[in-house]
Structure formats: C-alpha cells, structure tokens
C-alpha cells in the first residue's frame, strides 16, 4: 500500500474551512453523535466530583513537578535507558528527527514499516517523508488506518477517524479494498484487522509513540485497546518510539494517578485493554521482541514554550482529548478545520510554539472562551487563560521582542491609534461628555458596518439621548430630587 499522498485540498484559511465544516450537515451530525457519547462516558467514569477534583490536582503537581525538572529528568532517562540497551536520539527540528528514523531504517536496509499510533509522528509528517525515499510506512491503529487508506489527516488526537460513520467507512473499504459494503462495525474491524495482521509480521521496522517516559527506570508507557501498539513494538525486529521531551515523568508511581487520569478523561474507561512498558530490546534467553530499541526525542518547539512561566503549562498536556470533546467550536467544525496537526482547545496553545503564531492567527480568537475546555482538563491547564494570552502576543508590535514564535501576526497600528483614542476619551471627563453629547445628536450617521461584528449582530446605534442627559432631565422634573 502507497503512502498517505497529499491530503484532499483544504481551503487555506481558518474561516473558510470552519464555513465548509458548518454547511457539512453529515459532518456535524457526525461529531454531535460521537461527542455526546464521550461527554457521557466522560462523566460517569468520575461519579465522585470529590475524587475527580482530588486526582485532577495530583495530575498537575506531577506534572508540573517534572517540568520544574525536566533538563535533569531527560538526562536521568537517557542514561537509564543506554543502560537498559536502547539508543537515545535527540531531535530539535522535525526535519532532524525524520532524518534520524529514517537513517535508522537504512541501516537495517528496511523498506516496510508498521507504525502504532503517534501524534509526534504526525507532527513530523513521517510517512510522506519515508514515502518519498522508498520506505512504506502503513498506520496499525484502525483509526489511523482508515485516514490513511482515504489520503485525509486525523481529526482527533484520541480518535482519528471519529468524523466519519459506518456507512462512510464501509464505502472507503469497498473503493479502495473491494470488501463488500456493511455497516457492522465488528466486520469492519474485521476487514481492517486482515490486513494489517500480514504486516506487522512483513514489516522491517516498528513505530510507536510514547504516553509516558519513566526516568527512575528508563521505561517507555504506551496505552491501547486495539493490541497493534504491542504488535508494532514487538513483531518487526526494529522498534522506534517518538516522543515529545515534555512526556518524562520521575517515576512509576507518578504514572498511575497520570493513566487513570489519561484513561477516563479520553474515553471513559477505567483502564485501557493494553498498558505496555518496554525498558529494553529482546535479552538472550527471551524468545520475543525487537533485536533492537531507540528513542527519539523530539524538541519541535517545546523549549519555547517551557522558557515561558505562564506558557510552560501547555506541556503539562498528556493527550486525552477531553477538551476537543467539550468545546462548542470543535464539536460544530471538527478537527480538520484547524488545518494542523493538533486540533481544538490544545491545538490553539501548543500550535503557536511549533508552527509560529504567525502561521496560525486566528486560532486563539476561534474560542468563545466558555471555560469548559480548562474545567474537564485531567491535569487542569488553564486553556482559556493561555488563549488569552496568545491573543495579546498576536497583537503586539511585532518590531518589538515577541516571547511567542511569531507574535505580532494581527497587529495593526488603525487599531492601535483607535483603543488609545478610546482610552483618552474614557480618562478626560469634558471630551466624555462632549463626545456622549454629538454621538446622541448625530446618532443617524452611526456606521451600518461594523467588521465582522456586523455579520451577525446588529450595528449599535446611540440612544437619542445619554443616561447622564436623561437623569439631569429627571432631576430638574422633580426639582432636584430623585423619585
């Protein structure tokens, strides 16, 4: 099977896909159904609001405690790891860490790969990038998988494929497959698992991504319920794993509290079918698992966003998707609309520091800032707080030192000029009333256009007269005396 070729053509801008994204009625039916479910799912996994709270808290203190660390922690888990028999890797760039990967595959001479699923993956845009230099690289994770066979990205960090129904999918595998057409989800499954269940046993090479990297014991944590993760990390004689830096934890015992966390927040489940540890490739006396281990650890931006105090929580993040399956603006455009790697809530914050702010401008704005993203958050990011602050750096002077990639992206001296003419208006009592006194006079010549305020609000108007005008006449009515 080819590569993912080009996604199908987006249209560039944000506000254009949103208006496509809102004018698809089986895209929106689609995304209302499967995030009314998690929703669900979501809330009756944490029964107790006491102990929902209490774990939350504990989530963000351990994280937020291995950042504090985090220099000291990655060195910690490297020399743990090189002890345990895996190859370290160190990437700054995308571009470096797909050039180690793939230097890796070359020195097995390999040409098939099977990958489990990764976000950091997809971030690196690893399978064009082994596409283009003859390796063949095909997504396990049955969400992935379908994406893949239908040349579009993932729509979902947690779920990939959730945009789409049966009957989409069951058409995609009848195209592309010649499987007759169902709409039973278990023969679907079914179909899919035939396939991929010849790779694993072909492939060269095995990909995976890391939910947790453990220092004390130089463990990588992966969590799943399809059995491809192992599969992949087990069955071809290579395995290698990606990872932001951001996903070092101290210890084993930081990592349950995390995985419940990660688990119920995601999809509702207590637990997932499979939690995988691998500290190393396959011993002499073992008689499975990978001849050989490496880990690359991606920067890709994230040392930005730690130099920044404030900014620094966004890589307390460990990717349940909880906030994409509460927001009132993914749920209604979907994750494709974004036109990044990271979708929703968490996209708009993390985005910025790995594509520039300049890149993606209107994220920040495309928030109603309801508050619901950072209430489900496992590990209590304050997303709307971090919007905010986004919103001001893309604003800012971009002549000026900016402390976000990119700042400075909607800047504009008019709108500069107009809030400090605002300020001078709003700080000077004579030009305030002076001004109240010709905006009621001359109300008719208010502006019928108002930006995009006017799209869909009406234009405000001055009353025909002021508050202040009104009282005055009440007063001299009454003769100086309030009723």
Known sequence: MSQRIPVTELTPDFRGRAEEALADGQLRNNFRVAMDSLMTKRANAFPDADEREGLRELGNRIKAGALSRLPDLLEQ??????????????????????????????????SQVVKGKSMVSEEMEMNDYLAERGVECLESDMGEYIVQLDNEKPSHIIMPAIHKNARQVSKLFHDKLGEPETEDVNQLIQIGRRTLRRKFMEADVGVSGVNFAIAETGTLLLVENEGNGRMSTTAPPVHIAVT???????????????????????????????VNLI?????????DGPE???????????????????????????????????????????????????????????????AGLDKVPDHPSASSLCGACGEVCPVKIPIPELLQRLRQENVKNPEQPQQVKGGGAKYSRTERWIWRGWQMLNTRPALYRSFLWAATRFRALAPKKAGPWTENHSAPVPARRSLHDL?????DQNGGRPS
């Open 471 to 475: 009282a005055a006449r009440h007063l």
């Open 292 to 354: 050989e281990v490496h880990l690359v650890l991606l920067d890709n931006g994230r040392t930005g966003a730690f130099a920044d105090a404030q900014m620094r929580q966004t890589l307390n993040c460990i990717r349940c998707g909880a906030c994409m399956n509460h927001c009132p603006v993914y749920t209604r455009v979907g994750g494709h609309t974004y036109g990044e790697v990271y979708p929703g809530p968490i996209g708009k914050i993390i985005t910025p520091h790995m």
């Open 77 to 110: 888990l490297e020399q743990k790891l090189t002890e345990n028999g895996v190859k370290v890797h160190w990437a700054e760039t995308v571009e470096e860490a797909n050039s180690l990967v793939h230097g890796i595959i070359e020195a097995r001479k390999g």
């Open 279 to 287: 500290s190393g490739p396959r011993k002499p006396d073992e008689l």
């Open 244 to 274: 932001g830096i951001e996903k070092v934890v101290p210890n084993l015992r930081d990592v349950v509290p995390l995985v419940s966390l990660l688990t119920r927040s995601a999809l509702g489940q207590p637990i997932t079918t499979y």
